[in-house]
């Protein structure tokens, strides 16, 4: 047991914004963002969230007509950069107790994406989502012991292109109450969408009515992935995985954004794919050896007839 002690470091700014700012930021070690201004009192940020996590709306760039242009930061990355040795920016940075708001510098972790969907796996239950202070003037905190948490409650968030819809991190769909036409709320509690199970695929699939009135095929797992769960590579991790296997368990912890390799790869891993169809259509076509060009296409013509 020891007191900890809170370190503050500036964050780094665009060259652009040089002497035209009067605010500066400060970031800590703990978790937190402050602003000074001139000689007056640092004021500690209260930020706001996105897919679960705090995010910090910072000021990349002041173009020379003074427009401020800004981005929304993940804080735990931000923290990573200035306070974790192996930062990079391609790598992930994971929660140790799986707390997306426990900052703290030593409950955060910048490994490879393989590693975090293993660290993903070893969550066993449920963690509730809460802010973590753990004290840098007057508490103490053991190094060695992270702090227990139990529950996650129910979040629902309006889906994407579907204004009238809205998705939870448990995996369910439900409508919202209707509104007249001066938008007061009708009458009628949120209806939970029933959801049908692919025939083939084996997961969870829908029917809704689009912002522009059109039915479409909407699947849980998707938009609880795009809603709750945080893909740094967007553009190269297109596909949703289901870390136990099980696609019909779409609950956010369950859900991982990986690339088309990582996805076959974790098939192959969960026993859902294997290569016994290949080699069994191999051995029709080689079983006497090689074969003229035109009856080697005569078996393959009846083996994609099969």
């Known amino acids: 047991m020891r007191k900890i002690k809170e370190v503050w470091k500036k964050l780094k700014m665009d060259p652009s914004t040089k002497g035209k700012m009067r605010v500066k930021y400060e970031i800590s ?134 204004k009238k819809y809205e998705v939870s991190n448990k995996g369910r769909i439900r409508k919202k109450p209707s509104k007249d036409s001066i938008g007061r709320r009708g009458r009628g509690n949120n209806m939970e969408m029933k959801q049908r199970i692919h025939p083939k695929e084996n997961f969870y699939f829908l029917d809704l009515i689009d912002d522009f009135g059109k039915r479409k095929t909407v699947y849980p797992h998707k938009e609880v992935a795009k809603a709750f769960c945080i893909n740094v590579l967007n553009s190269e ?10 696609t019909l368990n779409n609950d956010s912890t369950n859900l991982e954004w990986a690339t088309y390799s990582e996805a076959i790869k974790l098939q192959f891993k969960q026993g859902k794919k294997n290569n016994f169809k290949v080699w069994e259509k191999r051995k029709q076509l080689y079983k006497n050896g090689f074969k003229p060009k035109e009856q080697q296409k005569l078996v393959e013509e009846s083996a994609n007839n099969e």
């Not at 640092?42 to 800004?70: A, H």
């Not at 991790?237 to 099980?246: K, M, W």
């Open 237 to 246: 991790r297109i596909v949703v995985v289901h870390i136990d296997g099980n």
């Open 29 to 162: 070690n703990l978790g937190r963002i402050r602003s000074m201004r001139g000689t007056a009192e640092p004021y500690v940020l209260q930020l706001g969230k996105i897919s679960g996590y705090f995010v910090f709306n910072m000021i990349i760039k002041i173009t020379e007509d003074n427009k401020r242009i800004k981005q929304n930061k993940y804080l735990h990355r931000l923290i990573a950069e200035y306070f974790c040795e192996n930062y990079t920016p391609d790598c992930v940075v994971i929660h140790l107790d799986h707390n997306k708001l426990n900052n703290d510098a030593r409950n955060l972790a910048c490994v490879s994406h393989k590693e975090a969907i293993a660290h993903r796996k070893t969550l066993l239950e449920p963690v509730e989502q809460k802010y973590v202070w753990n004290g840098a003037i007057d508490e103490d905190f053991d190094d060695n012991t992270l702090r227990r948490v139990t529950t996650e409650e129910e979040v629902f968030k309006t889906i994407e292109g579907f």
